[in-house]
């Protein structure tokens, strides 16, 4: 977690100085052949308010500390999302604020008593990208969702399950598609539907593919 912590740290603090490839457009100005208006167009496409995130990710881990131990955790899933906001903020923490839900359809967790399958949904999770103008967009996020499984997790608890917690990662532009990688603290509890709620903590790396579209 320390090392994912550092990398987006640097991420953040060198994304101002990154440079785009940048291409000049020219077009003809008005019916007079001889004048042009120059655009600067960059390979970059900036998630703008009122646009829209498509994106499929996956992401796997392993328990951590202070929960139930020797448990991983492997899951894939299909984000939509709007961007709420311009940019807001004073200096480096200057960014745009974009609301997601998650479908997952895939969900497996890894115990010691056997591989449990299940799904789940994440109706919320807020996410503040960077406004750095660059290809690399450094980001904040907390969600969660519920989790459905075909046995208890962990072992005699609950099948019905609450992942939540807070993610910190990159978006890397190529035209209108980006990359994102991720580190995540997941924990995972019933949260109080039975008596004994042990939890599992997970720190995971998740990778995606995503989609900006502006909405004209």
Do not use: C
Not at 13 to 36: C, F, K, M, W, Y
Not at 164 to 177: D, E, L, Q, R
């Amino acid at each position: 977690m320390r090392t994912a912590f550092l990398v987006f740290v640097a991420a953040l603090l060198a994304a101002p100085v990154a440079r785009t490839q940048v291409r000049r457009e020219i077009v003809p100005s008005g019916n007079d052949p001889d004048p042009v208006v120059v655009h600067d167009v960059s390979g970059d496409v900036q998630a703008e308010q009122g646009g829209e995130e498509i994106q499929t990710w996956s992401s796997t881990g392993h328990s951590a500390v202070n929960g139930t131990d020797h448990t991983a955790v492997w899951n894939l899933g299909i984000r939509y999302g709007v961007i709420l906001t311009g940019p807001h903020g004073p200096g480096l923490l200057r960014g745009r604020l974009e609301y997601a839900v998650d479908a997952v359809p895939v969900y497996v967790i890894f115990q010691p008593s056997g591989p449990v399958y299940g799904a789940g949904v994440n109706p919320f999770a807020f996410k503040w990208m960077f406004a750095t103008h660059r290809r690399v967009t450094p980001y904040f996020e907390f969600g969660g969702g519920v989790i459905f499984t075909t046995r208890e997790v962990p072992p005699g608890i609950s099948n019905i399950n609450f992942g939540s917690g807070p993610a910190i990662g990159v978006n890397i532009g190529h035209g209108k598609t980006h990359w994102s990688m991720e580190a995540r603290w997941l924990h995972i509890s019933d949260a109080g539907l039975t008596a004994d709620n042990p939890g599992i903590n997970v720190i995971q790396l998740r990778a995606g593919i995503g989609w900006f579209r502006h909405k004209e």
